[in-house]
């Protein structure tokens, strides 16, 4: 197959099992697979920086997760945020509880 064309001899091949009815066709509904378990999960091209990439390559590993499911929480996380209603920014009270750790 090229650029998702069939070639000449993969369509010549397919003629020929249609002709000698290895492949029949029908009028008759397909039957559709069953739909997934669980929720549907949609695909995000993200382009990252390489030191970005490092650091969250790094993070995923050392909590044991594939970067992709760290990103999945992440964006969970910050999204969970943004449906509240909160004062302050969420890069103030993080800024504000790392020095309370520091402190302590």
Same mark, same amino acid.
């Given at each position: 197959? &090229? ?6 001899? &993969? ?8 002709? !000698?009815?290895?492949?029949? $066709? /029908? ?7 069953? #739909? ?6 949609? *695909? $995000?091209? *993200? =382009? @990252?920086?390489? /030191? @970005?990439?490092? &650091?969250?390559?790094?993070? !995923?590993? =050392? =909590?044991? @997760? #594939? ?7 992440? *964006?969970? &996380?910050? @999204? !969970? /945020? ?10 103030? !009270? ?6 309370? =750790? #520091?402190?302590?």
């Amino acid at each position: 197959m &090229q650029d998702g064309r069939l070639t000449d001899d &993969q369509l010549d091949a397919l003629a020929g099992a249609v002709a !000698a009815g290895q492949i029949a $066709y /029908t009028d008759a509904p397909a039957q559709l697979p069953p #739909k997934p378990d669980g929720e549907t999960m949609a *695909v $995000y091209s *993200v =382009r @990252l920086p390489a /030191t @970005l990439a490092e &650091q969250l390559a790094t993070v !995923a590993e =050392r =909590r044991g @997760l #594939k970067p992709s499911t760290l990103m999945r929480q992440m *964006v969970e &996380q910050c @999204l !969970a /945020t943004e449906a509240d209603d909160r004062p302050i920014s969420l890069a103030d !009270a993080l800024r504000a509880l790392t020095t309370l =750790r #520091k402190a302590a």
